[in-house]
């Protein structure tokens, strides 16, 4: 068969591509594993090392660090739940119900997908100071609660799964509005949401610029920040310490993908395919 | 209450109109429902839009008081050379990591959208990790692997018979390092969204390419390529919108510092170090801030409309 060769060649492309993708993760792990002496030596240290839990102990002795952990899946999952739950609702909604102005409506909110956010960096961050919000999760949680991106997506994937008639037939049973949403179009949208959700996720866990702005105190520091200020004044004199915090910010997130990354390849994957 | 009249008409994709309504009011369960996106967006999007509008004619430090300065903040923008230096850079790290992660992001979705592939989803996965750690943390892996004295980067190079490159010390080592990072982090996203957008091409397409004998270049350009331009478009609108707008790379990297002669200073970088949030090494003043903010936002809007003429001409030629 002519299609075997082809992919060989397609193998021969892929798998160096992907250990050139894999090898940060590596030397992530090299480094945690290290001691001092072994980083900053000639040759360097190319394997594992023996001295992660050492590096851990030091690092829990020095900073305040499963605080921002715990910070980080606070932000991460209240914030998360509301943007899905608004973008879920609210796209269903645009999707599958009629309404006047509802096309214009829906028009301005994609323009604002691409307004540029940047110019409200000193407005925005003026505001929270005026609502007190300063040193408060509110500027993480409230003003990124309803996504344009998550509304459109979960527009597409309702104007892909929801039939129409299943409303119809729903309404005729004398489903009232949040049961049709509820009984209808969450299980319909449920790998759209499930996607969605995991990325919402990855975006809080990460998000660096906002917390930078808006939290001083360091008993409220998100991870993102926290290390920042572990790599400041630690990463000149214990660099395997700011690796071992560095690969256990990033395990978190790793394994949850790694659990969900079906769910999260095949939404974005099968919804497309169903249209 | 006249209006409702006018939207009955059926559009595209019909819905059965059991029941006649006449008042907008009957439709405040659907209103209420899509609210919270307009609400926040009047709150947090419509009135600091305003509110810069202010605060751009200002000098303030954020703590004393405000000076009206009118225009001046404008006029410093574009006399003062920081910000043309902070576009500059931003171009350059946008065109040396976007544009290249997009072309190779296609490429490799094309590569993994042929169905008889195994181990698809091992690809993919790998492709994505990066997209699923922080960003703060790329950035201190990327710091030690491109380390001037015991980075591994130079060490391989000096290995093989090359001489090592001061990447952190030199203004475009500084850069390239950035891009490589962008390059590395977002390439797995785009993977994604590309296969979804040539998953959802009809297979039948394709079958009949092939009884007309076309090979997978042909089925490529013409098929494949013409099939997912939406997607294409979607893309680069959100990605130039994203890679005008690099911060964090480029501030982690650098210590909060922006490298060598500040060649990876971006204009977001710009505006932040003048709400003096990060190091303090330019004395902190909101109004030019504000001003470099409106300079992100009128180069992102130039930028939106080119790239919707660069698509809608792209759709009339392939149509």
Known sequence: MKSRPRMWVQHLVLVP?????????????????????????????????????????????????????????????????????????????????RFPARDWLFAILLVTMTLPTGVMLVPMFQIYVDLGWINTYLPLIVPGAASAFGIFWMRQAAREAVSYEVIEAARVDGAGFLRVFWHVGVPALRPAIAGFTVFQFMWNWNEYLWPLLVLNDSALYTLPVALQQLNGTHGTSDYPVVMAATLLATIPLIVLFLFFRRMVMSSVTSGAVKG | MTQTATTRRPGKTTTPQLRKRRSLLRYWREYLAISPFFILFAAFGLFPLLFAVYLSMVSWDGLGDIEWVGPDQFVRLFSSGEFTHALGNTVIIFLTAQVPVILASLGAAALLSSPKLRARGLYQTMFFLPQVTSIVAVAIVFQSLFSNEYGIINAILEGVGLSSVPWMTTEWGVRLVVSIMI?????????????????????????????????????????????????????????????????????????????????????????????????????????????????????????????????????????
Do not use: C
């Open chain 1, 17 to 97: 591509a992907a250990a050139l993708f894999a090898f940060p993760f590596y030397w992530l792990v090299v480094m945690s594993t290290s001691r001092t002496s072994d980083i900053f030596g000639s040759p360097p240290r190319l394997i594992p090392g023996s001295q992660l839990v050492a590096n851990i102990g030091r690092l829990f002795d020095s900073v305040d660090f499963h605080q921002a952990f715990l910070n980080s899946v606070f932000v991460s999952v209240v914030a998360t739940a509301v943007t899905v739950t608004i973008a879920a609702l609210s796209g269903f909604v645009f999707a599958m119900f």
């Open chain 2, 183 to 319: 390059f590395w982090r977002s390439f797995g996203y785009f993977v994604v969204i590309f296969l979804a957008g040539i998953s959802s091409i009809p297979p039948t397409l394709y079958e009949a390419a092939r009884l007309d004998g076309a090979g997978s270049w042909r089925i490529l350009r013409s098929i494949t390529i013409p099939m997912i331009l939406p997607t294409v478009a979607f893309v680069a609108v959100t990605g130039t919108i994203s890679g005008f707008q690099i911060f964090t790379e480029p501030q982690v990297l650098t210590n909060g510092l922006g490298g060598p002669n500040d060649s990876v200073v971006t204009m977001m970088f710009l505006q932040v170090r003048y709400m003096g949030a990060t190091l303090q090494t330019v004395p902190t003043d909101l109004g030019f801030a504000t001003a470099i903010g409106w300079g992100i936002f009128v180069v992102l809007i130039l930028l939106a409309v080119l790239n919707a003429r660069v698509i809608a001409k792209r759709r009339k030629e392939l149509s």
